[in-house]
């Protein structure tokens, strides 16, 4: 059964923007790092960014500059904000949570159903 909730894909030009959110409960939200992976068809499934409950902040290189990912604690929710989409961002993106940082970027064990990101050229 999914503990998390994504929300917020959708289709958008080359450099354009997205926002992403992804609601969770306690303990995942308050206690976890929490995160995003995307994967397109063909692809293994990437890390995208992740925070922890500290806000310390983890991204993949190919996002660095470009996304931005927070975390609302009056809502429970982790946002991914994505600026200056690009043709290549394009896949399903999967709200991810683990209790340390180092399980969430490589394998976490709490996942979203995930949502869909098309970036048009």
């Known amino acids: 059964q999914a503990q998390l909730a994504e929300s917020g894909g959708g289709l958008v030009q080359a450099g354009g923007s997205l926002r992403l959110s992804c609601a969770a409960p306690?303990?995942?939200?308050?206690?976890?790092?929490m995160g995003w992976f995307r994967q397109a068809p063909g692809k293994e499934r990437e890390f995208v960014s992740a925070i922890m409950w500290s806000r310390s902040t983890q991204y993949a290189d190919s996002v660095q500059g470009r996304f931005s990912i927070s975390k609302d604690d009056a809502k429970h929710t982790v946002y991914l904000q994505m600026n200056n989409l690009k043709p290549e961002d394009t896949g399903v993106y999967y709200c991810?949570?683990?209790?340390?940082?180092?399980?969430?970027?490589?394998?976490?064990?709490?996942w979203g159903q995930g949502t869909q990101v098309t970036v048009s050229s």
């Open positions: 991810a949570a683990d209790q340390s940082m180092g399980k969430m970027i490589k394998s976490p064990n709490y």
């Open positions: 306690d303990p995942i939200f308050s206690n976890y790092a």
